[in-house]
């Protein structure tokens, strides 16, 4: 057995779109907010978090919806191209009220800025869930680490595409001193690789064909399959597999809350601890991703020959070391330095070993129907996190003191990988074929 990669890199191109759009967002709203409408901080930051509380609700919601859809389509692919069309729409329209608003104010371009705002996070939630369940759908579990690898080495070079735009288009030659910058270039080219990889992703995979011939070649094997019949026609999940599934999801919230109380407080962090400004602390953070993207491959495979959960809790062991190790740094060192920089490297190893794994293992413990709301579970246990950790870390920072950060992160680590431990399913290793059986898969 084999990975197809071209076809799955093809079916990461919906994910690809998904990360292109969160980077722009996450780079360009803020601004948008807080100089255009003249938003403060606090305001600014309720309507940043809302994407985390809707996708409580959306993503598992229409992870599920998308189990159950049926049509000549496939079951996720009516979401993908529905929620991309409507985002795209969308996103242009927002541009074109933050340059209406700055020629000339008024409260109704504001509430209806807020309103499409709002509006595109729905749509941008409706087709996320289903668009990371796909890749599952059409892929045997056994392959699913080395898949989702490659997955999220296509949502980095999303990420990448729209940072290479942004600094393309707005480099501060061009920028600097402007009273108000027109954003509508960034988002027309944001929307155009959004539209286009979607356009690839339809032309190229067939979802339902793909779908069948795994659907297939799992029925060979129905040692996978750890659902049980009720005895009514239904499966359930053994009570053993249910709860390995719920300390599955307490670990990934608990290690995100460690990670993502770093990456969102560690500018502010860097900057009242050691005096440092935005580009030491952005380049630690940049540090980390290429990290994990060279890492992502490497680790599939790594996966895929120690298992899951082993390359999880290495993953996890170093995360909470390099956390309790940042303390150390930026307590005897005045400056970011390149021991600092080593250190960020091993953090992006660490969350690529645990971020191609984890979600393979949570699909891993549902029948192939249930894949979009088994997803969906994984995301409202990251997001989740993901809501509560900013204010959390935030709250003690300010009330004990702001060198609490890491040790935190490194808690909630530590936390994590107790919690790993009492994972006893999701970790299926491919049989090894023997004699001529070997040779079955050599021309896929």
């Not at 100089?35 to 599920?64: H, R, W, Y």
């Not at 599952?136 to 999220?152: F, Y």
């Not at 021991?339 to 690529?352: N, R």
């Amino acid at each position: 057995m084999k990975l197809n990669n071209k076809r799955t890199v093809l079916v990461g191109l919906a994910f690809m779109s998904i990360c292109c759009f969160w980077q722009m967002y996450d780079s360009v709203i803020p601004l948008i907010l807080t100089k255009t409408f003249q938003l403060n901080e606090t305001f600014s930051g309720m309507i940043m978090a809302a994407d985390n509380v809707l996708a409580l609700f959306l993503l598992p919601f229409f992870g599920a919806i998308s189990d159950r859809t049926n049509t000549k389509f496939g079951k996720r692919m009516p979401y993908i191209v529905g929620g991309t069309a409507v985002a795209v729409i969308l996103i242009n329209l927002l541009s074109g009220i933050d340059n209406s608003y700055y020629a000339a104010p008024s409260t109704g371009k504001f509430v209806l800025f807020i309103v499409l705002l709002g509006l595109l996070l729905i749509a941008m939630g409706t087709y996320r869930s289903p668009a990371v369940a796909l890749m599952p759908d059409i892929t045997p579990k056994p392959l699913r680490s080395k898949a989702n690898a490659i997955i999220n080495l296509m949502g980095a070079v999303g990420s990448m595409l729209s940072l290479a735009a942004a600094a393309l288009l707005y480099p501060n030659s061009k920028v600097q001193g402007l009273a108000h910058v027109n954003y509508q270039p960034l988002f027309i080219v944001v929307s155009v690789v959004m539209a286009a990889s979607v356009v690839i992703l339809i032309i190229t995979v067939n979802e339902p064909k793909f779908s069948k011939e795994n659907q297939d070649i799992e029925a060979k094997h129905p040692e996978w399959n750890l659902a049980e019949d009720d005895g009514s026609g239904n499966e359930v999940l053994p009570t053993d597999v249910k709860w390995s599934l719920v300390f599955l999801l307490a670990s990934i919230a608990l290690w995100y809350i460690g990670y993502n109380g770093i990456t969102t407080w560690f500018t502010t962090y860097v900057d009242k601890v050691m005096g440092e400004g935005l580009g030491g602390a952005s380049t630690c953070i940049l540090v980390a991703g290429a990290g994990a993207i060279v890492s992502y491959i490497p680790i599939g495979n790594l996966a895929h020959k120690i298992g899951r959960k082993r390359t999880i809790m290495i993953g996890v062991a170093i995360l909470t070391l390099c956390f309790f190790s940042g303390y150390i740094l930026t307590s005897i060192y005045s400056s970011i330095n390149a021991i600092m920089y080593v250190m960020f490297v091993l953090v992006g190893f660490a969350w690529a070993a645990i971020n191609v794994n984890s979600l393979p293992m949570v699909v891993e413990m549902c029948r192939g129907s249930d894949t979009g709301k088994f997803t969906g579970y994984y995301y409202t246990a990251s997001m989740a996190a993901q809501v509560v950790t900013p204010i959390m870390a935030g709250f003690l920072m300010r009330h004990i003191s702001y060198k609490v950060l890491f040790p935190y992160a490194s808690l909630f680590a530590l936390l994590s990988f107790i919690t790993m431990t009492q994972v006893k399913h999701g970790d299926v290793a491919p049989e090894a074929k023997k004699g001529l059986e070997a040779f079955e898969d050599m021309d896929d």
